[in-house]
């Protein structure tokens, strides 16, 4: 059986790991107004600013960005 004690070992331990490990230069704060959550930045450039696509101000790229115009079907004579 789980105690409370046990749990708040294992959340510690894993705190500690996390805190002196590999990772512990990209811990990020969600820059999202509403979200306070905390991550570790795994992306390549290590330049990610939101917990989770959810609280990204602009759309991804190549979702909703402007597309140029295109040019009108011919008409039937």
């Known amino acids: 059986m789980v105690t409370g004690t046990h749990l708040a070992a294992t959340v ?7 805190l002196a490990g590999p990772f ?7 820059a999202a107004e509403d979200c306070h ?5 795994a992306s390549r450039p290590g330049r990610r600013r939101w917990c989770s ?9 190549g ?10 079907p011919p008409t039937a004579r």
């Open 53 to 61: 696509m959810e609280h990204q101000r602009q759309p991804p790229q």
């Open 24 to 30: 512990a230069h990209r811990i990020r704060t969600c």
């Open 37 to 41: 959550l905390i991550y570790v930045d």
């Open 63 to 72: 979702q909703g960005a402007a597309r140029p115009p295109q040019p009108a």
């Open 12 to 18: 510690a331990r894993d705190a500690v790991e996390l």
